[in-house]
């Protein structure tokens, strides 16, 4: 089946080079321009992937970001972000607010391809193991139900962002296991882990907050000193 890949506003121009790529690759791209172009389309059309191509700037990096959360509530379709922005934090409150992955303008196209092709293969593994498998993870008052993609701490809900609840899953099905900042890395963004301990950091405190009853005194999360983090 021929996958589809939605591509919003394009204000960069880099889909202009990419174009070639995805039809070398048998994608088919579809363009639009407004956020209202974006959610019909997300509604009537199937659509595999999204290249939401917006601007992050200002305090609080504008709408891009709220753009990018109301997306995530509505889908759980992939989302590469693709920005001017290089800023370290850009980067980060993109992706705790859904996006899958994130890029710059200056990427090598065929790098953005390699990436692309890569959460088209997650997307679609993902949706085959949630039509076969039926799995529930508990430890103690901790539930993870990866069939509904909730989280539940001692019976009440706790809400975590896309990229939150892969590493906490990844975590649990791993339970007892040290995993570094790099097997993390690696295993939810399928790419070397270059620099990415503040990444790692920032979520996991965040997964704390969200779990823990006291997060200095961690029930559930904790950090190996030197070695990395594990459940259990």
């Known amino acids: 089946m021929t996958k589809t890949i939605l591509v919003f506003n394009n204000s960069t121009g880099i889909m202009d080079r990419m174009a070639p790529l995805f039809t070398g690759e048998g994608l088919k ?21 999204m290249l939401i191509d917006v601007e992050l700037e ?21 989302i590469i972000i693709v920005s001017r922005q290089t800023a370290e934090t850009a980067k980060i409150m993109a992706l705790n607010s859904g996006a899958d992955d994130y890029v710059t303008v200056s990427c090598n196209p065929l790098e953005l391809l390699a990436r692309v092709k890569s ?12 039509e ?32 939150e609840y892969k590493i ?12 570094s900042i790099s097997q993390i890395y690696e295993s939810i963004w399928h790419m070397q882990a270059i620099g990415a301990d503040n990444t790692i950091a920032v979520h996991i405190r965040h997964i704390r907050e969200k779990i823990e009853n006291n997060p200095r005194e961690p029930r559930y999360l904790k950090v190996v000193w030197g070695t990395g983090y594990k459940v259990g």
């Open 132 to 163: 076969t498998i039926n799995c529930i993870y508990r430890i103690d008052g901790l539930e993870v139900n990866d069939v509904q993609r909730t989280v539940y701490v001692d019976g009440r809900e706790v809400k975590l962002t896309p990229i």
């Open 168 to 179: 906490l899953r990844l975590l649990v099905q791993e339970r007892g296991k040290v995993l």
């Open 119 to 130: 959460q088209l293969r997650r997307y679609t593994q993902l949706v085959n193991v949630r």
């Open 29 to 49: 791209m579809v363009q639009v321009s407004t956020v209202e172009e974006l959610h019909q389309n997300l509604e009537r059309k199937t659509v595999h992937l």
């Open 58 to 78: 200002a305090e609080g990096w504008g709408n891009g970001i709220e753009l990018i959360a109301g997306l995530r509530k509505r889908s759980s379709v992939p």
